[in-house]
């Protein structure tokens, strides 16, 4: 069965500084790879997703991530953090059937950004 | 990406009353969506899939007869509470998409 691992709950970080938010997956086939970010009572926003091609994929807000197979991991980064970027962080997986397909979610990185 | 809306945003209702809650796709026709359920600080945990014009499809452990789904077009979807009960009190989310997932805004349900 697939699963995701976000193994971070909660991450501070400052305004300005780098940020890393990290996820593993286990999936048995090539997976589909998403992060999503959630404010507060809202739903959830696509940052970014991996699909194929390009491991190192671009995503709005300044976001990218890395898909590395050797380490089963999909990782977000973001070189400067801003204060409006906290919020929780899912990052999700699929199986790459091209159609709509349920996703599997990890429980979630909070992150807090202080002044 | 598909626009997705839910209505209402919240509702407030009383214990062993149905709830109704709409997921529309405004701009995307979703033959199929997906419902999941979020508890305060917690992952989003998915409740079911909703196929248009068939029977929608539970995960393990989700009471079918008391979460009702109809999806009898392909632009809404709907989520019936049935009897609610303070424990069914969540955040539920739709989404729907080809190969990614849009979400909609949410519902909060409070049972009193």
């Known amino acids: 069965a697939q699963s995701v691992t976000q193994p971070d709950i909660h991450i501070t970080v400052s305004e300005g500084a780098s940020l890393e938010l990290r996820c593993n997956y286990s999936?048995?086939?090539?997976?589909?790879l998403f992060w999503y970010v959630q404010s507060p009572g809202q739903g959830l926003q696509l940052l970014l997703k991996?699909?194929?091609?390009?491991?190192l994929v671009q995503g709005i807000k300044g976001f990218e991530a890395e898909f590395k197979r050797s380490q089963s991991s999909f990782n977000l980064r973001k070189p400067s953090v801003h204060w409006s970027d906290a919020a929780e962080y899912f990052c999700?997986?699929?199986?790459?059937?091209?159609?709509?397909?349920?996703?599997?979610f990890g429980t979630g990185t909070r992150l807090q950004v202080t002044l | 990406g598909a626009v997705v809306s839910q209505h209402p945003s919240w509702v407030i209702c009383k214990s062993g009353t149905s709830v109704k809650i709409e997921c529309r796709s405004l701009?995307?026709?979703?033959?199929?969506m997906f419902w999941y359920r979020q508890f305060p600080k917690q992952s989003l945990m998915l409740m079911a899939t909703?196929?248009?014009?068939?029977?929608?499809?539970?995960e393990q452990g989700v009471e079918k007869d008391k979460f009702l789904i109809n999806h009898a077009s392909l632009t809404l979807s709907t989520l019936t509470v049935t009897s609610a009960h303070p424990e069914d009190s969540s955040f539920y989310i739709c989404?729907?998409?080809?190969?990614?997932?849009?979400f909609g805004p949410g519902t909060r349900l409070t049972v009193l």
């Open positions: 999936y048995g086939a090539t997976p589909y």
């Open positions: 991996y699909f194929s091609g390009d491991t």
């Open positions: 999700a997986v699929g199986p790459d059937t091209g159609t709509a397909s349920k996703l599997t």
């Open positions: 701009d995307f026709q979703a033959t199929t």
């Open positions: 989404s729907t998409g080809r190969d990614t997932q849009y």
């Open positions: 909703s196929n248009e014009g068939s029977k929608a499809t539970y």
